[in-house]
């Protein structure tokens, strides 16, 4: 049965509006993109995964996301991301899905080795497996197995909302503390931590 990534995406020139403060619009635009490009990179590379679908308004992410080989769906208006994600979910049920990965495009140190240890808790389902943020309030990355087996609760708290729903569901829930997934790039001193990843590695 089929393994789906999904990723949403919001539109590249509008995301990130945080790091305004410290990059420029066209600066955001183009890391949006460059995030977007090696997520779905990362992802393809990955062989358990059999499909990848981005989910989005945006059709200039659509297209760069079609044109490295994923699938998309675009969205209307404003929907909120759980909203989107429920979605995306219903999609592809379709398809002899056994469960889906949730990752976000904003994880700048996303490799593919982590996102392996999070898969391989899929043989024996139910299960829901979560890689956090490195506060341990947000959902970073979200395996789900089988799909539909849990309501999706991303905003402030996620993490305990998700492993929650985990029990609620009678789910086996895996917390995967893993370095490259717990930094999502929202706020300035996300982006000092990537620069500082960057001075290390010279």
């Known amino acids: 049965m089929a393994l789906w990534a999904i990723v949403p995406v919001k539109p590249l020139r509008r995301g990130k509006s945080r790091l305004a403060e410290v990059i420029s619009a066209e600066e955001r635009a183009d890391l949006n993109h460059y995030l977007l490009e090696n997520t779905i990179q990362v992802l393809s590379a990955i062989e358990e995964i059999e499909n990848i679908l981005v989910i989005s308004r945006d059709t200039e992410a ?56 999070i898969l391989a808790h899929r043989a024996k389902p139910p299960v829901v497996a979560i890689a ?38 009678g789910a086996r829930l895996e917390i995967c503390d893993l370095p490259s997934l717990e930094l999502d790039l929202d706020e300035p001193e996300d982006l000092e931590l990537i620069e500082t990843d960057l001075r290390v590695n010279k």
């Open 62 to 117: 659509l297209a760069l996301a079609r044109e490295l080989g994923a699938r998309t769906v675009q969205e209307n208006g404003h929907p909120e991301l759980n909203t989107t994600l429920a979605r995306a979910v219903e999609i592809v049920k379709p398809y002899e899905t056994c469960g889906v990965l949730i990752v976000p495009a904003d994880l700048p140190r996303l490799n593919a080795r982590d996102l392996k240890t």
């Open 132 to 169: 956090p943020d490195r506060k341990k309030e947000s959902t970073n990355v979200l395996l789900v197995s089988p799909p539909g087996l849990i309501e999706f609760s991303y905003g402030p708290g996620s993490f305990e909302k998700h492993s929650q729903a985990a029990r609620d569901a």
